[in-house]
């Protein structure tokens, strides 16, 4: 069984920073891309950040250009997100997900096939 569970999410001030993990379980996505998605309250979830299978190439959301930064530990199975310079904005539940045949980045929700249960980010102003 394939779990993803994310941890780091709280509450922080605005101009805080806050790292969030992902930690894999039931499958290797070593050869696979891995996302960071985001939902805040009546909102679509959006796209924020993807890493290709190598870690080499990495994509954002022009809104957090500059402040988030993807990584990943393929040895050990887990993705991170380190968010710098947080904005009352950025306040959403934020998921990671894994493809499933792909090491390309995409920002559409439907091309990942496995999710996390998603962890509360909330930046006070």
């Known amino acids: 069984q394939v779990q993803l569970v994310e941890s780091g999410g709280g509450l922080v001030q605005a101009g805080g920073s806050l790292r969030l993990s992902c930690a894999a379980s039931?499958?290797?996505?070593?050869?696979?891309?891995l996302g960071w998605f985001r939902q805040a309250p009546g909102k679509e979830r959006e796209f924020v950040a993807g890493?290709?299978?190598?870690?080499?190439?990495?994509y954002y959301t022009d809104s957090v250009k500059g402040r988030f930064t993807i990584s990943r530990d393929n040895a050990k199975n887990t993705v991170y997100l380190q968010m710098n310079s947080l904005k009352p904005e950025d306040t959403a539940v934020y998921y990671c997900?894994?493809?499933?045949?792909?090491?390309?980045?995409?920002?559409?929700?439907?091309?990942?096939?496995?999710w996390g249960q998603g962890t509360q980010v909330t930046v006070s102003s």
């Open positions: 997900a894994a493809r499933s045949s792909s090491f390309f980045v995409t920002r559409t929700t439907q091309d990942y096939a496995y």
């Open positions: 039931g499958r290797t996505f070593s050869s696979y891309a």
């Open positions: 890493i290709r299978e190598s870690g080499g190439s990495t």
